[in-house]
């Protein structure tokens, strides 16, 4: 018998200073069994941090593989935003960028695997891409402390996050980047 998935319930009250977006947010999110908590805690940390009007998550989850984990869907019925979670192949992200106006990477892979996967295709956009790299051990922290129901909230200030849950504060830098080779500091 198939493994059914575990529904999260998370009351977020966001503060994102950087955007100047206020927001307490009701979520429920479906993990399916093959879905990481490093991963499900990434996707619900990009949903809080692209929030604005129109933002979703996939309805097919997991099982789509031609949709994103999360869009933003204009008022007019266009995908506006294509946010992808992981590491998502150079393919993929080609597709993302010819049907999305803005595509947004959350991911606690190294840098140097994502830069070998995106040059090993050609990327519509790719200098457009942002790349928003989280700390894999600041997730493994808060992992630690995720509950299935639980209350917490989420602050974004001057490139830091801070994350408070059962009395403790969780904090990382967090800075976009492109999908763009590094300079290699040669001169």
Do not use: N
């Not at 009701?26 to 499900?40: G, I």
């Not at 989850?61 to 984990?69: D, F, K, Q, R, T």
């Not at 849950?165 to 500091?185: D, H, I």
Request: include cysteine.
């Amino acid at each position: 018998m198939a493994l059914g998935a575990t529904v999260y319930h998370f009351g977020i009250e966001l503060s994102d200073v950087d955007r100047a977006c206020y927001e307490s947010l009701d979520l429920r999110l479906a993990r399916h069994p093959s879905e990481s908590l490093r991963y499900l805690l990434t996707r619900t940390l990009a949903y809080c941090l692209c929030y604005e009007q129109g933002i979703s998550f996939s309805k097919g989850g997991l099982g789509a593989s031609e949709e994103p984990p999360l869009s933003i869907v204009g008022a007019d019925g266009t995908l506006q935003a294509w946010i992808d979670v992981g590491a998502p192949s150079a393919r993929r992200l080609h597709k993302a960028a010819k049907a999305a106006r803005r595509v947004v990477l959350f991911t606690h892979v190294e840098r140097s695997l994502l830069l070998a996967e995106a040059s090993s295709a050609p990327i519509h956009r790719r200098e457009e891409i942002e790349v928003w790299q989280l700390d894999p051990l600041f997730l493994d922290r808060v992992c630690e402390r995720l509950d299935r129901k639980l209350d917490c909230s989420l602050t974004r200030s001057d490139g830091t996050l801070y994350l408070g849950l059962g009395g403790e504060t969780f904090e990382t830098p967090l800075a976009c980047t492109r999908l763009l080779e590094e300079p290699s500091g040669e001169g």
